[in-house]
């Protein structure tokens, strides 16, 4: 199964409640990206995968009325959530179109940005290759990801162990699916040789920046059901209905062990930044 076929149709799903958990995650996050980023006034920049806006709202106070934010998403029903947030937003235009190879002309963006969403794409080394082609030269990429490799077993999202999702789901229907074991074990991409894959797309001067982001839940309620409200949700659907109640009574419990006397959790999320830029020639292979 590719990583398309485990994600589809997961964020048309939570589109309706996607950030909306109880839970601060995504906008400190995408508001941290912009920040590495740096983008000037007046830049023309393009949000893959922009979900329900986290990136794409902080990029269009960036860049000012002079520039305009692209924001694309393959779901439609984002999509939707965004244009409605960005009406009457003259420098956000938002289109439905796939992340892997957008429609824009070469050399149309200042930067590029994804948060937690190129590494979900079904074919990373040929979304890299025409972003590229895709920024002016010396414009940059700007992405995050979940940093998993100090971590072993399964992904520990706090005190959510995503392993007792996976031990509800039937064996056989884990083992017909290799992209969803590793979906669970955190390791869709492999950090460690993000380098070299940028450098093979024809990008140079990679940077990175390893960092945790302070996530605070509202309850521990909230944090069980934030995990069904972004990409895990495509773990969550492989458990079994009769099962997902019991599920989620332990994921609560083990939620509650860990909160504070104010009822909320908090826990930190280890991410990478990654920096990028297309070369200064007009070809990246020159």
Same mark, same amino acid.
């Given at each position: 199964?590719t =990583?398309q076929?485990v994600f @589809?149709? /997961?964020?048309d799903k939570?589109?309706?409640?996607?950030?909306t958990?109880?839970?601060? #995650?995504f906008?400190p996050?995408?508001?941290r990206?912009v920040?590495?980023?740096?983008i %000037?006034p007046g &830049?023309?920049?393009?949000d893959v995968g922009?979900g329900?806006?986290?990136? *794409? #709202?902080?990029l269009a106070e960036?860049?000012?009325?002079?520039?305009?934010?692209? &924001?694309?998403? !393959?779901?439609?029903?984002m999509?939707?959530a965004v %244009?409605a947030?960005?009406?009457?937003?003259?420098?956000i235009?938002?289109?439905q179109?796939?992340? $892997?190879?957008?429609t824009?002309a070469?050399?149309d963006?200042d930067?590029? *940005?994804?948060?937690?969403?190129?590494?979900?794409?079904? @074919?990373?080394p040929t979304?890299l290759?025409?972003?590229?082609q895709? !920024?002016r030269?010396g414009?940059?990429l &700007? #992405? *995050?990801?979940?940093? *998993?490799?100090? =971590?072993?077993g399964?992904?520990q999202?706090g005190? $959510? @162990?995503i392993?007792?999702?996976?031990?509800a789901i039937p064996?056989e229907?884990?083992?017909?699916?290799?992209?969803?074991?590793r979906?669970?074990?955190?390791n869709?991409l492999?950090?460690?040789?993000?380098p070299? /894959?940028l450098?093979g797309?024809?990008f140079?001067d990679?940077?990175?920046?390893?960092?945790e982001v302070?996530?605070v839940?509202?309850?521990?309620? %909230?944090?069980?059901?934030?995990? =069904? =409200?972004?990409g895990?949700?495509?773990?969550?659907? #492989?458990v079994p209905?009769e099962?997902r109640?019991a599920v989620e009574r332990?994921?609560?419990? @083990? &939620?509650t062990?860990?909160?504070?006397?104010?009822?909320?959790?908090r826990?930190g999320?280890p991410?990478a930044?990654?920096?990028?830029?297309?070369?200064?020639s007009a070809c990246?292979?020159a």
């Amino acid at each position: 199964m590719t =990583q398309q076929g485990v994600f @589809d149709g /997961v964020f048309d799903k939570v589109a309706g409640e996607y950030d909306t958990a109880g839970v601060v #995650f995504f906008k400190p996050l995408a508001e941290r990206l912009v920040s590495h980023l740096g983008i %000037s006034p007046g &830049a023309r920049v393009l949000d893959v995968g922009c979900g329900r806006g986290a990136v *794409t #709202f902080p990029l269009a106070e960036a860049v000012g009325p002079a520039g305009e934010v692209y &924001a694309i998403d !393959l779901s439609r029903e984002m999509v939707e959530a965004v %244009s409605a947030a960005a009406a009457g937003r003259d420098n956000i235009l938002v289109r439905q179109m796939d992340g $892997v190879d957008p429609t824009f002309a070469p050399g149309d963006f200042d930067a590029i *940005t994804g948060s937690m969403s190129i590494i979900l794409l079904r @074919d990373l080394p040929t979304a890299l290759g025409n972003y590229v082609q895709l !920024l002016r030269p010396g414009g940059t990429l &700007a #992405f *995050t990801a979940p940093d *998993t490799r100090n =971590q072993e077993g399964a992904w520990q999202s706090g005190p $959510v @162990d995503i392993g007792k999702l996976a031990a509800a789901i039937p064996a056989e229907v884990m083992a017909a699916n290799p992209m969803l074991a590793r979906l669970v074990e955190g390791n869709l991409l492999d950090l460690s040789a993000m380098p070299e /894959v940028l450098a093979g797309a024809g990008f140079v001067d990679v940077v990175e920046h390893r960092e945790e982001v302070a996530v605070v839940a509202e309850s521990p309620e %909230s944090v069980v059901r934030w995990t =069904q =409200q972004h990409g895990m949700r495509a773990v969550w659907d #492989f458990v079994p209905e009769e099962n997902r109640a019991a599920v989620e009574r332990e994921l609560v419990a @083990d &939620a509650t062990a860990a909160a504070d006397a104010d009822g909320r959790v908090r826990f930190g999320f280890p991410v990478a930044y990654f920096l990028a830029h297309s070369p200064r020639s007009a070809c990246p292979f020159a």
